[in-house]
């Protein structure tokens, strides 16, 4: 456990671009090429309606329908279950680094946890395609609630999976408004760029306890 400088009881993860690294670029080429597509019509439409999706509002049949739509191209059945292995494909590009330390605070016995806007076909693919996601004590996916980061009743949510205090978690994510919610939410939060910087940040915030040893120390 860390020492009594560090309350921290347990450490919650965002999923994406925090435990999985940069989008896969074949798998953006495959989604493009199944919709016929243009670079940059497709990454609007692509994110024009990710936070739906992800929040639960549309099922994955219905964000694909939309993006094609945006696109003014049909789709059927079959392009939408090809779309969605590569969407997947696409967000299961290893961060081996912040992995590997979410197994060492597992077998420190300080709890782990996941907090993640996700689609419906994405968990399922997510958690099919990645087995040591079932070693994280609990895991908050968006659809399931019909809500996203950064509403504050999501982060509620992770902290009752969880079974601490929000000033006992350290919640990591990509994005800054996520961060900011956490903070709001009674959590020390992190923001994750890349590795170096992470453990830099960890290091100045008086976190180093929660590192591996080798990190801890320097």
């Known amino acids: 456990m860390p020492d009594q400088s560090t309350p921290i009881r347990a450490v919650l993860f965002d999923y994406g671009l925090v435990l999985s690294g ?3 670029p074949q798998a953006w080429e495959r989604m493009k090429l199944l919709l016929t597509a243009n670079e940059e019509p497709f990454h ?11 929040r639960g509002t549309l099922t994955s049949v219905a964000y694909w329908q939309a993006v094609a739509s945006d696109l003014n191209r049909p789709i059927d059945d ?4 090809a779309l969605n292995v590569a969407d997947v494909d696409l967000w299961t590009q290893p961060n081996q680094e ?3 330390w979410a197994a060492d605070l597992q077998r ?16 399922i693919g997510v958690l099919d395609r990645l087995p040591w996601l079932a ?3 609990h895991r908050t996916f968006s659809h399931r609630l019909l809500l996203a980061k950064p509403e504050l009743a999501i982060y509620r949510r ?4 969880l079974r601490v205090s929000p000033h006992e978690i350290l919640f990591i994510d990509d994005r800054e408004e996520n961060i900011d919610a956490a903070r709001k939410a009674g959590m ?6 890349n590795h170096n910087a992470f453990v830099r940040s960890m290091q100045s915030a008086g976190l180093a306890a929660l590192l591996p040893a080798e990190l801890a120390k320097q």
């Not at 300080?110 to 968990?123: H, K, P, R, V």
């Open 78 to 81: 079959d392009q939408i279950t």
């Open 158 to 161: 992770a902290v009752e999976g």
């Open 188 to 193: 020390t939060a992190i923001q994750y760029s």
């Open 22 to 24: 940069p989008p896969d």
């Open 135 to 137: 070693a994280f004590a």
């Open 108 to 123: 420190r016995g300080i709890a782990t946890g996941i907090l993640s806007n996700i689609g419906d076909a994405m968990e």
């Open 98 to 100: 912040m992995i590997d």
């Open 44 to 54: 609007q439409a692509y994110w024009r309606h990710r936070h739906d999706y992800d």
